[in-house]
């Protein structure tokens, strides 16, 4: 093994921060773009939202897809590859005239590219790192709150001054440039003669006993349950970030503390994906599950009880950290309990649970207000979704493969 004064793994965490931090661009700039592509389009907030949930529906196949292919190929490449996806059709929607062009470039191209930044980028990190893998998994995922606290502000100020075609072609340019840390990404120790940080695997990592088939894995009681939670902790979040900041302003309060509750989240998120990735090497995993989906739920409780700026930032940042804490969690299990040989694609099929959530989770929370006018049922399922989660987690075992 070669004596580096930089272990090259922690080279891959900074390239995949940055990889990361595009899937989070993607994800928050939607937000400010909204509006301008609605008055643009002349189209209804129900119409626009289903850009989202399109976007949603390919993502869920490009995480497979990519994948697999991280599984097989030269990461660098792939995910370069995908990342130019983003870029065409972002550079692509700024010059849609049609409600057509706006769905294909930016529903279906930016969807199919999304999936080259964070499934890939996760799964190779794991391949670096035997011990303290889930605070560099923890550390890789908080590219996503950090770009939420960048990419806010800097999309809105984009477009306070110049156009949605200028924004759109801004983040074209924004994502080529985080993309070339790509080319830092090497698929293994191996290639570079070096061994996983911590030393070599345990010996039944590497057997071929230990390395499940996606099909094999996805059959597990243990991949079930931690389907389950990933899809009720994303469907609890995806409620509370499209509601909370509405039922701020119904309770009259101001600007300020109505955008506090997501700035603070964004923030608890970061701080809950190191701790827990931290910890995981000294407690145990299950614990952990347990704990972070019982302060997800619990939390909310902060929300409904209070109406000040002070409760919306405890609020805020105990659903972040909880929320935040489980992230770094999942990844880990999935190359624990199925081997390291098929990670990149398992752990994309794993990742659809997202795009399930996200497909349910906001139209759900518009439905519940528009037809009970309260917020409240909304709030009460996430609670409700976050204590199953919780209950759930007493149960993953690790499966033994026949």
């Known amino acids: 093994m070669k004596k580096n004064k930089l272990f090259y793994g922690w080279i891959i965490v900074f390239a995949a921060i940055a990889l990361v931090f595009l899937d989070g661009l993607l994800l928050y700039s939607f937000g400010v773009l909204l509006p301008s592509i609605q ?13 989202f ?79 303290r893998r889930d605070f560099a998994v923890g550390l890789v995922t908080a590219g996503v709150p950090i770009a939420g606290l960048i990419m806010n502000p800097l999309s809105a100020w984009i477009l306070s001054v110049s156009s949605l075609e200028t924004t759109l072609i801004s983040l074209a340019f924004i994502t080529l440039i985080f993309l070339l840390p790509a080319f830092m990404m090497k698929q293994d120790p191996s290639v570079m003669g070096l061994e996983p940080y911590g030393g070599p695997f345990p010996v039944s990592d590497n057997a071929e006993v230990n390395n499940w088939e996606t099909k094999e894995a996805t059959k597990t009681s243990a991949f079930a ?6 899809f009720l902790g994303m469907l609890s979040f995806l409620i509370v970030v499209t509601l909370q900041f509405d039922y701020a302003i119904n309770n009259n309060l101001n600007l300020l503390a109505s955008s506090l509750a997501p700035a603070s989240i964004a923030a608890g998120s970061f701080c809950g994906r190191l701790v827990t990735g931290y910890i995981a090497d000294f407690v145990d995993r299950n614990k952990i599950l347990f704990t972070v989906f019982l302060g997800q739920g619990l939390s909310v409780l902060i929300l409904l009880n209070g109406n000040s700026l002070f409760h919306y930032s405890l609020f805020g940042f105990f659903f972040g950290f909880s929320y935040g804490g489980w992230i770094p969690i999942f990844p880990s299990l999935l190359k624990d309990f199925f081997g ?63």
């Open 39 to 51: 008055a643009k389009f002349e189209m209804s907030k129900a119409s626009v939202n289903s850009i």
């Open 53 to 131: 949930a399109i976007r949603c529906i390919v993502f869920a196949f490009s995480m497979v897809l990519f994948g697999k292919l991280i599984d097989k190929h030269r990461p660098e490449k792939v995910i370069f590859f995908g990342g130019c996806i983003t870029v065409l059709g972002l550079f692509l929607t700024a010059y849609s005239e049609t409600k057509l062009g706006l769905f294909l470039n930016y529903g279906v191209l930016t969807g199919i590219g999304d999936g080259a930044f964070y499934i890939p980028a996760v799964a190779v990190v794991q391949r670096w790192f035997n011990k």
């Open 225 to 230: 349950i931690l389907y389950i939670l990933l």
């Open 340 to 402: 390291k040989k098929h990670v990149g694609q398992i752990f994309g099929v794993f990742g659809t649970g997202f795009s399930i959530s996200a497909i349910i989770g906001p139209p759900l929370a518009g439905f519940l207000v528009d037809k009970f006018h309260t917020y409240q049922y909304g709030f009460y399922i996430c609670i409700f979704a976050c204590l199953i989660g919780a209950f759930l987690a007493l149960f993953i075992k690790k499966p033994i493969k026949n």
